[in-house]
């Protein structure tokens, strides 16, 4: 099993467009970010969890699910850094590969020392940009399947669709 733990803000702030928007928006910029994350996960198959710092927040840990996609909200006083430190050391094991996307060098240095792989802001976005070709070459070749076929679905229903495959209502 392979298992991608995103530190949320480094990513956001590396992301010109997840920047942009989080100058505007800082929940937005989340939300994106948790909606590409949810993409990435059903297209490799991998475990994804994005970590965020507790930003402007007090007390305990939060964690939920959304698009399948686990986030957590660290408590207070423990960076996502360290939070994801710790889950690399529980979730290693024999049967499972961890990655870490964040392009904070000490972060990397210190995941790659507990025998994690890393993964720069920008590698992950290079991916996801592949990803999201690959998933539009999908769909493209599905409509065309479709409308030979003689069932042909409006862009609406297929955007319902689409939202029901990341697992969103």
Do not use: C, P
Not at 99 to 107: F, G, I, K, L
Not at 117 to 146: C, H, P
């Amino acid at each position: 099993m392979d298992v991608l733990l995103v530190d949320g803000y480094n990513i956001i702030g590396a992301w010109t467009e997840l920047r942009s928007l989080k100058e505007k928006d800082f929940s937005k910029a989340r939300e994106l970010l948790i909606e590409k994350m949810a993409e990435y996960q059903a297209y490799t198959g991998y475990q994804v969890i994005v970590v965020f710092d507790a930003h402007l927040s007090h007390g305990i840990e939060k964690r939920h699910s959304q698009y399948r996609v686990e986030v957590i909200y660290t408590r207070e006083n423990e960076t996502a850094d360290e939070r994801i430190e710790k889950m690399a050391r529980e979730l290693k094991g024999i049967r499972t590969q961890i990655h870490v996307a964040t392009s904070d060098y000490t972060e990397q240095w210190a995941i790659f020392g507990q025998g994690a792989l890393r993964k720069s802001a920008r590698e992950l976005y290079n991916e996801m940009q592949r990803i999201e070709k690959g998933i539009e070459k999908r769909v493209d070749t599905e409509n065309r399947k479709n409308r030979s076929s003689g069932l042909y679905l409006s862009e609406e229903v297929s955007e319902i669709f689409e939202k029901w495959r990341r697992g969103g209502k």
